[in-house]
């Protein structure tokens, strides 16, 4: 028999026949090396059902001194496929048989057994050599000694980790099956003793809950009131709980101050109740218990007649207790009264059904502030917005204009805090540089109150020039007395559009552009925003999936400052689009013009560049 297709059978022999219980005895070979799991441990953190990623069989740690390696045969075995099974099996390029290419090129390489894996997920195998060894040898593609890659096999994520638990399993080698050979078929000893780890351990979610204050009426958490007596509700809301926490209870504290504020009443919130309903046994409150500046309150959603919870649980944000306030104490000019209306975090817990403490951040506060009385001859100059954004009270300030809008001024004017009727009142507006754009005159009505308007320029040249802060000052004489207020106020986009990022540069062909929108506003009361995005490309059409969009309320910021939002959208680069420079075009929106929107701002600019490739997503 030829010597070649002798050897092709001892290592056919070799390779197909290891299952044999009644394994054939070798003399003693050189280290045929070491097998491992890479990477090893796999650790997975929150890794849901149906996710899968690739790890490598390899080999190494071969005797240098040896015979070498001319075959192998491999046979991988998962502990538990209910929690992590196989779905795939490959030779990865550059893999430990042919680490050039050069065998399989020349029809060299032989798989005797191709990689696969079994029905069920357990085991995954291969097994390779060469057809023929000696033209093998004298390629150089034989023996081998380097280390390498024997197979990548895919694993799939079959069972998720319980609460605060971890699945494990691990991977190993079916000793029966896998052997390593040396070019005259004869078996080497191997080291198959590593055993690879995997593990996937529950992930917390990605936000924590927290407790807001936020007064509905006022439509602000720094409440201001302009005489004893008014009353205003405080809603305690909760937000960012995510159904993965599992919560059913919370408590909190809520410190004020007793000599300002007295509690009215204490409201129930609907935001548990919504999942406290059959099969699950209704709703428990604690409290209120009153100290002498605080209120402690709490909830918690009941189990079954057994004890048991039952889903959905809750998850987004909403109201859980609303508390009503009585201002109580009001100074004279100009004493103003103020103090924190603070949540205590040391008394804010939430917990979920098994009775574990669920981590927090920390709670949102608001304030309270009691204009003073202003006795004597006095005038109170303010805009159209409501209290407390029109810059009502001595010397204050408004919330913001934007081009071309209308501001409505109106001027209070009370002696010992009685209207005084029929009397001219001037309001001078001067512009940031000192320019005074107009002066205007009335007459104070039956209530005591003059009212003007003007409309925020707009020149044709540099009309950005003219943003920035605003003064009106109202002055009138009472009785041979001129008295005056002063007002402020900042001119501005509603919207300034900071920053268009995309996630990468270049795109190909069915991959979605991630688009990230940074923006800013200066605005204090809840306004409506529509930040729309489009791509076109290179020969100016927009892509056919069309403009997506995002919605944003802004809201709350703090005077001459900005308060800051990001969103993002996904634009599909549908097989139309042309394969060049593409530009992303993002504007702001009151709401589409359809609907009776305009724009708050012009088009960001420049419009970033991606590149469209030629060619499909992988």
């Given amino acids: 028999m030829n010597k070649k297709l002798f050897v092709l059978a001892v290592i056919t022999m070799m390779l197909t026949t290891a299952v044999i219980t009644v394994r054939p005895t070798f003399a003693a070979s050189p280290n045929g090396g070491r097998l491992h799991f890479v990477p090893d441990p796999v650790t997975l953190v929150g890794a849901p059902v149906g996710y899968e990623e690739w790890i490598q069989v390899t080999i190494d740690d071969i005797n240098p001194t040896g015979p070498g390696v001319g075959g192998v045969q491999v046979k991988v075995v998962t502990s538990d496929p209910t929690i992590v099974k196989f779905v795939a099996a490959r030779l990865p390029t550059g893999h430990f048989m042919d680490p050039d290419g050069s065998a399989e090129a020349e029809g060299n390489l032989w798989k005797v057994t191709p990689p696969k894996v079994s029905a069920d997920g357990t085991t995954a195998e291969c097994a390779t050599t060469f057809y023929d060894m000696a033209l093998a040898i004298s390629h150089g593609d034989a023996p081998i000694y380097a280390a390498g890659v024997i197979m990548e096999v895919k694993i799939r994520v079959m069972a998720e980790p319980p609460k605060y638990g971890v699945l494990s399993a691990t991977f190993s080698f079916d000793p029966s099956n896998t052997v390593i050979g040396d070019t005259e078929g004869h078996e080497l000893q191997r080291d198959i003793s590593d055993t690879g780890a995997y593990t996937n351990t529950w992930a917390p979610p990605s936000q924590l809950p927290r407790l807001e204050v936020w007064s509905p009426d006022k439509g ?3 409440v201001v009131l302009t005489a004893e ?10 937000k960012n709980v995510q159904a993965a926490w599992e919560l059913v209870g919370l408590n909190f504290k809520l410190n004020y101050n007793s000599t300002m504020l007295q509690i009215v009443s204490v409201s129930n919130g609907t935001f548990l109740e919504s999942y406290a309903g059959p099969p699950n046994g209704g709703m428990f409150y604690l409290g209120p218990v009153y100290g002498p500046d605080y209120i402690i309150v709490g909830a918690m959603i009941l189990p079954d007649e057994y004890g048991i919870y039952h889903g959905p649980f809750p998850e987004g944000e909403g109201v859980v207790y609303t508390i009503r306030f009585r201002g109580i104490l009001q100074g004279v000019y100009p004493t103003t009264y103020t103090c924190a209306l603070d949540l205590d975090d040391s008394w804010v817990d939430f917990g979920d059904k098994d009775g574990i403490a669920i981590p927090k951040d920390p709670s949102v506060d608001g304030t309270y502030t009691m204009k003073p009385r202003v006795l004597g ?3 109170d100059v303010y805009t159209q917005y409501p209290e407390p954004y ?9 919330d913001m204009f934007w081009p071309q809008e209308e501001v409505i001024l109106y001027a209070n004017v009370t002696y010992n805090e009685w209207p005084v009727q029929n009397k001219d009142v001037t309001f001078q507006v001067i512009a940031p540089d000192g320019t005074t754009m107009t002066t205007l005159v009335d007459r ?14 707009w020149p044709c040249e540099d009309p950005e020039d ?8 109202a002055s009138v004489d009472i009785a041979g007395q001129v008295v005056r207020d002063f007002l402020w106020f900042k001119y501005d986009y509603l919207v300034r559009i900071w920053k268009v990022t995309t996630d990468k540069d270049s795109y ?7 688009v990230t929108v940074e923006i800013g506003s200066q605005s204090q009361m809840p306004r409506h925003i529509l930040l729309a995005v489009t791509i076109h490309d290179e020969l100016n059409y927009p892509v056919i999936t069309g403009t997506v969009y995002f919605e944003v309320t802004v809201s709350g910021a703090t005077y001459c400052s900005y308060n800051n939002y990001t969103g993002s959208v996904r634009i599909h680069v549908d097989k139309s689009v042309a394969a060049g420079t593409a530009k992303v075009h993002v504007v702001a929106l009151t709401d589409w013009p359809a609907n009776g929107g305009y724009a708050v701002t012009k088009e960001y600019a420049p419009a970033p560049k991606i590149n469209i490739l030629a060619e499909w997503a992988p």
């Fill in 508 to 514: 190909a062909h069915c991959e979605w552009v991630n």
């Fill in 466 to 473: 003219l943003f920035g802060e605003w003064t009106v000052i």
């Fill in 229 to 238: 007596g008014q009353e205003f509700d405080l809603n305690i809301i909760i």
């Fill in 220 to 222: 602000t958490r720094d």
């Fill in 377 to 379: 001859r006095a005038i």
């Fill in 444 to 457: 104070t009505d039956e209530n005591g109150v003059a009212t003007v308007s003007f409309r925020m320029n």
């Fill in 390 to 398: 029109g810059g009502q009270g001595v010397n204050a300030t408004s």
